[in-house]
């Protein structure tokens, strides 16, 4: 029995977590749970699953929950410091990082640090964090499971020690992106675009951060880099391919020639029943792949004019330092203005790119370097877009 410390569990990845829990009594208990602010949701998720512990993101939603299950016997508790407890506590064996953005970074350190699985969803904390993520990792000796559906198709599509690329046989790395809502509409109708519309996934039910980067492109931007350091390569070793029908999840190039790609419907239940079965596979209630009914796989090249947060991540990539920080943080705050229409879609991408070439890039020696550098990112972007200097 694997006892799993879900962080993020009223989100899009929490539900469809708890799915594959709830499918799998035998193998999976939920040990402790964390949300934000959704007292309702969580309310519902201690009744099912009866976690031991659970954490929220505010003392008013943790009095108010506590109210809701006061029949319960559940620890419920708020803060960071709670939120590390959970995530490294020893009746777990595995942590599923799926808050959103850089607020996920110290939780998922802390399971880390304590020796935990990491099924990582929250790629936004890898990113940030890069090598001193990945050197916690190896100095910790600690099982890291991408759940990013790409990343997760990538780790399949790798050689047998499944434990990173064996590099003097792949020759590269193909992310798929499905293009978003927007892949094929003009410049001019992106500028006017609704948060509603941008939300709108083609494929992928998802939250709205990430809805919205799928729909800009940076969260392939995010991923580019989450693939670099996660496979030990870097943007040259990758290319992206748009594939509209998100069906192959990302290939696999080696030197012989041979690809090797991971497909199945687009439902995250897959890549997370895998990592959290690995190295064994368990059922999920995905519908199995249909490739006749699907008929035709498409393939073309990303349009980096309309999507520039693309091009973006990869020139922080090779800024190195703080620089993928500082692009993350003005990113999280550029969707929240959109979301907020203070500014329009394509602002996006030129307060990114405003913030990028603005900002001090330093190198990244301790963790504080980059809470450092995230907060100063925030408070720039924060600056150019209530001055509405960003253009
Ligand atoms: P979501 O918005 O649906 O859920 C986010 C969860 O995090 C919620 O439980 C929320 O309460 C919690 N949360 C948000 N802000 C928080 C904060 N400041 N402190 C503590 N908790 C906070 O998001 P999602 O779509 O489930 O995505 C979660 C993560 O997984 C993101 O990093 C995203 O990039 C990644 N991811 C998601 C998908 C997907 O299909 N949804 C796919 C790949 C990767
Ligand atoms: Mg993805």
């Known amino acids: 029995m694997q006892g799993i410390c879900l962080l993020g569990a009223t989100g899009s990845i929490g539900q469809s977590t708890l799915d594959v829990i709830a499918k799998h009594p035998d193998k999976f208990v939920l040990i402790s749970a964390s949300a934000n602010e959704s007292v309702e949701k969580m309310a519902d998720i201690c009744r099912r699953f009866k976690p031991q512990r659970v954490v929220m993101g505010s003392q008013k939603a943790c009095d108010e929950l506590a109210l809701k299950c006061k029949d319960l016997v559940i620890s419920i508790e708020w803060g960071e410091e709670a939120l590390d407890s ?19 970074l110290k939780p998922t350190l802390a399971g880390i640090r304590a020796g935990k699985r ?4 929250n790629k936004e904390s890898l990113v940030t964090a890069g090598k001193l993520f990945m050197d916690e990792v190896a100095r910790h000796d600690v099982m890291l499971l991408p759940i990013d559906s790409e990343h997760n198709a990538i780790f399949q599509s790798l050689p047998q020690d499944k434990k990173g690329a064996h590099k003097q046989d792949v020759s590269k790395v193909i992310l798929t992106a499905s293009g978003g809502p927007f892949r094929t509409w003009g410049l001019k109708d992106m500028s006017q675009v609704t948060p509603e519309q941008a939300c709108k996934h083609p494929n992928w039910s ?21 693939a670099c350091w996660l496979f030990g390569i ?22 012989d020639g041979s690809v090797i790609a991971q497909m199945g419907n687009p439902d995250m239940k897959i890549p997370i029943a895998y990592g959290m079965s690995w190295p064994n596979r368990i059922e999920t209630n995905v519908s199995s792949l249909d490739l006749v009914n699907i008929a035709r796989l498409n393939f ?16 922080a990539w090779f800024m190195g330092g703080t620089a993928m920080a500082v692009l993350n943080a003005a990113n999280e705050i550029a969707v929240d203005a959109f979301l907020n229409r203070q500014i329009g ?20 020696n301790a963790l504080d370097d980059v809470f450092e550098a995230d907060g100063y990112s925030r408070r720039l972007a924060m600056n150019m877009i209530s001055r509405g200097v960003f253009a």
């Open 86 to 104: 959970i995530a490294s506590d020893s009746a777990v064996d595995q942590v599923m990082a799926a808050i959103m953005g850089f607020a996920g």
């Open 118 to 121: 990491i099924l990582l969803a």
């Open 206 to 226: 998802m939250g709205q951060k990430i809805s919205i980067d799928s729909a800009s492109l940076m969260n392939k931007g995010l991923e580019l880099i989450e």
């Open 234 to 255: 870097t943007p040259d070793d990758v290319e992206v391919v748009v594939h509209p029908e998100s069906i192959v999840h990302s290939m696999v190039s080696y030197l």
């Open 300 to 315: 073309e090249v990303p349009d980096l004019e309309r999507f520039p947060n693309l091009k973006l991540a990869a020139d």
């Open 345 to 364: 879609f394509l602002d996006i991408a030129r307060v990114n790119e405003k913030v990028l070439s603005t900002a001090n890039i330093t190198a990244v």
